[in-house]
């Protein structure tokens, strides 16, 4: 399998995880304010401080975004690019956003695909202080009670990254056991998640949010991207026994990698390796 030398030695708890209460929900992201405020207040609204949405069409402006890119100085495996600030409006074709905590103040991590005012395709990071709201859009998210996504230096890969850690009960109401994940580099995404299902004793989970990234791609379709800095967003995913009553991931993703080059599908399980990271929740099922 593909594997990136990171600059740090491999910890060894390779899935960072913290079970919580659960529930999902659809609000409005008001117009004219900053997504992650927009964002806190709509998770704030249902009694939540963290948890994770996706999003379809959306129409952001002011936006401002990076790409993955090459490392120049050899300190991170991969970086970002510089920042990204086109003209006009920006209207999402497709979003993932983790929300939670870095140095003690609202964060959030999101990745999507999207189109600038000239009609360009693009696709990428979000910046939170950088991005607003031009035109109110609905998202469904999943707020999660027991656990935080929390911004905290990663030694392995030189970042500060969201991971999960437990956290006081808010006493929101929640209608579902959940897990929030964070999946270290060098491992199979869906066999990941796979074998934690199967540990837990998970029969069938649905996977709500899914912000990370990946060492190129292989897509079940035949496509493949080669490049191996990509900035990825989960799109839909489940975790379900196949035809031989054997646990199968079925992950579907779009992302970016670090020429500009967009791709969409669904991930070969067994050949899709972790780059950085990969933050998620798991809904239980069963």
């Given amino acids: 399998m593909r594997s990136i030398k990171q600059p740090g030695a491999p910890v060894a708890e390779r899935i960072q995880w913290v079970e919580a209460r659960a529930r999902a929900f659809s609000f ?3 117009a004219d304010v900053p997504l992650l405020e927009a964002a806190r207040r709509g998770f704030a609204a249902e009694g939540f401080t963290s948890g994770v949405l996706s999003f379809r069409h959306g129409v952001l402006g002011p936006f401002a975004y990076v ?8 300190e991170n495996a991969a970086f970002y690019s510089d920042t990204y600030r086109p003209d006009g409006t920006t209207h999402t074709k497709l979003g993932s956003l983790t929300l939670g905590t870095r140095d003690g103040a609202p964060f959030f991590h999101c990745h999507g695909l999207w189109a600038e005012a000239d009609g360009k395709a693009g696709g990428g990071h979000m910046l939170p202080d950088e991005t607003v709201v031009a035109e109110a859009f609905e998202v469904e998210a999943f707020g ?21 850690v437990p956290a006081e009960r808010t006493g929101a109401r929640t209608t579902s056991r959940a897990f929030a994940l964070r999946l270290r580099p060098n491992q199979d995404f869906a066999s990941c998640l ?4 199967g540990a837990q004793g998970i029969a069938r989970a649905k996977i709500h949010g899914g912000v990370g990234s990946t060492i190129g791609a292989r897509f079940t379709h035949g496509g493949a991207t080669e490049p191996f800095a990509t900035e990825l967003a989960v799109t839909c995913g489940l975790i379900a026994p196949g035809q031989s009553s054997v646990l199968e991931a079925a992950l579907d993703v779009a992302l970016v990698d670090y020429t500009g080059g967009l791709a969409e599908g669904r991930l070969v399980r067994g050949d899709n390796p972790v780059l950085m990271t990969m933050e998620l929740v798991l809904e239980v099922l069963d």
């Fill in 67 to 74: 790409m993955p890119a090459l490392s120049k100085t050899g």
């Fill in 194 to 197: 796979e074998e934690f299902c």
């Fill in 144 to 164: 999660i009670d027991g656990a935080m996504f929390t911004a905290e230096p990663d030694p392995e890969t030189n970042f500060k990254l969201f991971g999960p």
């Fill in 28 to 30: 409005t992201l008001q």
